[in-house]
Antibody
Framework: EVQLVESGGGLVQPGGSLRLSCAVSGFIFSDYYMDWVRQAPGKGLEWVARTRNKPNSYTTEYAASVKGRFTISREDSMKSLYLQMNSLKTEDTAVYYC????????????WGQGILVTVSS | DIQLTQSPSFLSASVGDRVTITCRASQGINSYLAWYQQKPGKAPKLLIYAASTLQSGVPSRFSGSGSGTEFTLTISSLQPEDFATYYCQHLNSYPITFGQGTRLEIK
């Protein structure tokens, strides 16, 4: 069974940092692109970042709203995905989901349950 | 950036109804479009990808069509479990973007 489990969320002050983790099981993690998607309270979905797999040199893509502040990374041996979030702003407050991109399609075919990040003083 | 505009933003319908949601892209995206369903407090669920391909395990009452800039999601006969919010999403280029969502409620 495919599972994605996020951790590391919580309350942080503006300007602070937080690192999210996503532990996966049930599939060959190293084969897949992986993404972070967020949802502000009561709002729609916003794609945050993508990491490609090893054959594609682990290259990354970011939304403009987080570029330069957030860093997506992965550790294939640990079957884990990460999101390092620096210089956090109140508008980064959201539920953050990790999502698997289908190996052939690249659409988000499995999602974690989400983790809440609250940026507030 | 490619903007996706869904219509309507809110839809009230009854069990058994046929409903259609439209997603319009600000520029052509070929068939690089997906539809997701999200229920309150839950993660989104992939329904349709590549504009018209049904994801494994999704009931056949869901269907998608379109290419270029206009796409539709159709539910042929609404079931109680279909009342949720629906999002379109493109994969044509970066950044990946989602539509603003269509909230489907019971009449």
């Amino acid at each position: 069974e495919v599972q994605l489990v996020e951790s590391g969320g919580g309350l942080v002050q503006p300007g602070g940092s937080l690192r999210l983790s996503c532990a996966v099981s049930g599939f060959i993690f190293s084969d897949y692109y992986m993404d972070w998607v967020r949802q502000a309270p009561g709002k729609g979905l916003e794609w945050v970042a993508r990491t490609r797999n090893k054959p594609n040199s682990y290259t990354t893509e970011y939304a403009a709203s987080v570029k330069g502040r957030f860093t997506i990374s992965r550790e294939d041996s640990m079957k884990s995905l990460y999101l390092q979030m620096n210089s956090l702003k109140t508008e980064d407050t959201a539920v953050y989901y990790c999502a698997r991109a289908g190996v052939a399609t690249r659409y988000f075919d499995y999602w974690g349950q989400g983790i809440l990040v609250t940026v507030s003083s | 950036d490619i903007q996706l505009t869904q219509s309507p933003s809110f839809l009230s319908a009854s069990v058994g109804d046929r409903v259609t949601i439209t997603c319009r892209a600000s520029q052509g995206i070929n068939s690089y479009l997906a539809w997701y369903q999200q229920k309150p407090g839950k993660a989104p669920k992939l329904l349709i990808y590549a504009a018209s391909t049904l994801q494994s395990g999704v009931p056949s009452r869901f269907s998608g069509s379109g290419s270029g800039t206009e796409f539709t999601l159709t539910i042929s006969s609404l079931q109680p479990e279909d009342f949720a919010t629906y999002y379109c999403q493109h994969l044509n280029s970066y950044p990946i973007t989602f539509g603003q969502g269509t909230r489907l409620e019971i009449k």
